[in-house]
DNA sequence: ACAAAAGTGTTAATCTTACACCCATGT
DNA sequence: ACATGGGTGTAAGATTAACACTTTTGT
């Protein structure tokens, strides 16, 4: 039986967010070691005791503080030897998505720093990070489409038009705007509040909210999420 | 840094064929260790100095023999700490497609025994291998949907009504056959031979083939495939 | 002639697309 | 009064769903 191994096991998140009409994702840049002032993402080794989710969930905690909104594993990285130069490591990476009202970040560490960088304006990234940054872009593209994910980039109360704008801008696509919002609400899960949002300009609008309850319980019965426009 | 780590990483396949209009799937019995006499899917350990997927190819080979025709990356299962009863171990693992022709499996070698199972009437199985299964069987009825995987469980040349058959009873529905051959040959990307099969009953039915080209060309333009009958 | 599976078309209903004007507010 | 974004309906075209009889072969 092949016992002695030397593969260390790392987990890393992806995690997006967005905000002025622009996803984001989340970094982090240490102060000291191999990773010192290149940026990486958020992310570290699994202890010995620990699950994989929970090792995700303890790096996100110390390293940012954020509090996410979605998570689910994206894939493992272990095909390149090389990856880290150090030594052996194979990444299970994970893909997060957090509310943009909850933006804040713990204050930067002794050791850390922590950023948000549009995924169109992105720094040098350690490793093999670009790529799994990449695949998280398009799990997100293409999870976009068939879940009701955009409402954990969006706060509790949100008005059409960012909801809109959400899939515009990640989806890289025109969308026709009444469509839009007749399909959305033809699922009757997307429902109009009595507040009003605070824009600047233009007619006041109506903030609408996500009813996840709803969803799960049309989910449940063989409803399918789907948003598809050429 | 977190140098120690004891945790050890495996990488496990699930191969599927068709054959008898019922999905099958490819398990394996060793003779010695831990796994005498529990049935459990093809995997091993890692190497130091290999990847991920040249592991599994490793595996499959030295295990079955067996050349597969589609394979692709599940899930890393880990989040139980207890899952191999003799150290942790996290288990990358893969999805894998065969030809019901390629059907031969290696002649059983002194230490192994492999063997096809119809995923209705499985064994006992090792560890959380009915876990994975599980979620092996979900990703093909999705993927079945939206990409043209199923021609990877056929013969080069195959009947329509296998083609069918395949889909029905992997999805678990009726399809209007009607339909179902109109919606196929719309695309475009499956083609009539001049051959006949040889069916003992009924009219004789042609021979169509797949064409993976066609479909690769078209899919580069924005073709989406998909399959969505109610 | 009969059993068994292959092959084939039409229609109604639904869904998708394209498209433009008025509304409510702040300045 | 004008600039800014919010809100709304309709008609043509495309797609899907439902449905049954004829054809070819072997026995």
Known sequence: MELQQNIKVAVDAIVFGYANNDLNVLLIKQKYGVLKNRWALVGGFVKDNETLISAVNRELQEETGIKVNYLEQLYTFGDDLDRDPRFRVISISYFALVNSTKFLIKADTDAEEAKW????????????????????????????????????????????????????????????????????LSFGIVEETSKF??????????????????????????????????
């Open 117 to 184: 960088f549009n995924v169109n304006e992105l720094p040098d990234l350690a490793f093999d990070h670009l790529l799994i940054l990449k695949t998280a872009k398009e799990r997100l593209q293409n999870k976009l489409t068939y879940q009701p994910i955009g409402f954990d980039l969006l706060p509790k109360e949100f008005l059409f038009s960012d909801l809109e704008n959400l899939y515009c801008s990640i989806l890289e696509k025109e969308i026709d705007r009444r469509n839009f919002r007749k399909k959305i």
């Open 197 to 230: 949002g605070n824009k600047k300009n233009g007619r006041p609008a109506k903030l609408f909210k996500f009813n996840k309850l709803k969803y799960n319980k049309l989910h449940k019965e063989g409803f399918i999420f789907e948003i598809n426009f050429a």
